[in-house]
């Protein structure tokens, strides 16, 4: 797997769950360190991607990102079905001397070809998605955009990480949830900032992102959303664990608006690029000392 550039560092942002704020940190952390230089922003929500909406880059390049579908040879097929046995996803029927394929289903993981003893599968190219590359405001920007109904989102964030590593600091904006394009793209990242609401639904969410890169050995510090609308429900789980919370964004109207104008926050209330490189600065150093 690609890592940052030499001596570079690779920060993830994630959350347990959509709609915490994650990428305005994320927007607001390249923004503020991209007047430093040497930064990428790399979009992995690649179901949603809405990172461009506040940094509005200059795409300069475009790949597609295929994976590999069974095609069967009729001719060759015996029926027996042990393609469909091998298919732990459910892609494959053989129902009588026909084979269903069920491309929305196939994971593109090359077990049916492998299943087959006549050879009667061969594998052919599908495009899921695409990649895409451009710069934004001095950083270097990398989006993945998966096509709509394809459910396999993450050999486009294996391709996106491909790609990184230009620069001195890389910043992923991960996928919601704890699922596996979650896991892809905090694998090798050196910290992460999970962004959680201060409720109790935001505590069992960020148990579980938690959860994720404790197994993944990724060390972890925490950035409290819309402080104040709730309670220190998650702030004692964090002093418990030992997580630092790393930074608090107070609920205010003016950032919800921003965000629903897709406006970045910084742009709006520039009073917060100190508190930003504040929390870059922590990332860091949280980053260093786990090395
Ligand atoms: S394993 Fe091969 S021969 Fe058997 S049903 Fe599948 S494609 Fe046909
Ligand atoms: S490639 Fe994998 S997921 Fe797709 S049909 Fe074959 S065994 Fe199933």
Known sequence: MAKAA??????????GKGGTGKTTVAVSLALA???????????????EPNAHLFLSPRITGREAVEILVPEVDLGRCTFCGRCAEACRFGALAVVGRKVLFHPELCHGCGLCALACPERAIRERPEAIGWVEEGEAQGVRFLQGILNV???????IVRKLKERMGQ???TILDAPPGTGCPVIETLK???FALLVTEPTPFGLHDLRLALEVTQILGVPAGVVISKDGIGTD?????CRDQEIPVLLRIPMDR?????????IPLLEVLPEWTDPFLGLLE???NGAKRAR
């Open 233 to 237: 429900t998650v702030e004692r789980h």
């Open 282 to 284: 922590a990332s860091l």
């Open 149 to 155: 109904g394809e459910p396999m989102a993450t050999p």
């Open 33 to 47: 360190a991209g007047d430093r230089g040497s930064v990428e922003f790399i979009d992995c929500d690649v179901e």
């Open 167 to 169: 620069r001195q600091l």
């Open 188 to 190: 090798g990242a050196d």
């Open 6 to 15: 030499d001596g570079g560092v690779t920060l993830a942002v994630a959350s």
């Open 254 to 262: 003016r950032i919800a608006s921003a965000y629903a104008h897709g």
